[in-house]
Nanobody, 116 residues
Framework: QVQLVESGGGLVQSGGSLRLSCAAS????????MGWYRQPPGKERELVAS???????NYADSVEGRFTISRDNAKNTVYLFMNSLKPEDTAVYYC??????????WGQGTQVTVSS
């Protein structure tokens, strides 16, 4: 059974930093594409950052230069380092693994709130 468990969310002031973690189990983590998504209040979920099994990364324009995604295959964990946070970064953040075949696996989400 594949499980993704996020941690590291919380309340931070504008300009601050947070590190999100997502620990995977039940699957060969190192072979899989990983992504961080977010869903702001009243809006649709959007892709924030992604990393391939080879370590290539991609970012949404809104976070380019402020967020960094990385992975530690030995720990089956993907990270999202968020710097220079803005109120508009407030959202529930989800990690995702896959797709594996036709399925994408999701974590439960972690709330990030940035106060102005």
């Amino acid at each position: 059974q594949v499980q993704l468990v996020e941690s590291g969310g919380g309340l931070v002031q504008s300009g601050g930093s947070l590190r999100l973690s997502c620990a995977a189990s039940g699957i060969m983590f190192r072979f899989n594409f990983m992504g961080w998504y977010r869903q702001p209040p009243g809006k649709e979920r959007e892709l924030v950052a992604s990393i391939t099994s080879a370590g290539s990364t991609n970012y949404a324009d809104s976070v380019e230069g402020r967020f960094t995604i990385s992975r530690d295959n030995a720990k089956n964990t993907v990270y999202l380092f968020m710097n220079s946070l803005k109120p508009e970064d407030t959202a529930v953040y989800y990690c995702a693994l896959g797709p594996v075949g036709t399925r994408t696996y999701w974590g439960q989400g972690t709330q990030v709130t940035v106060s102005s």
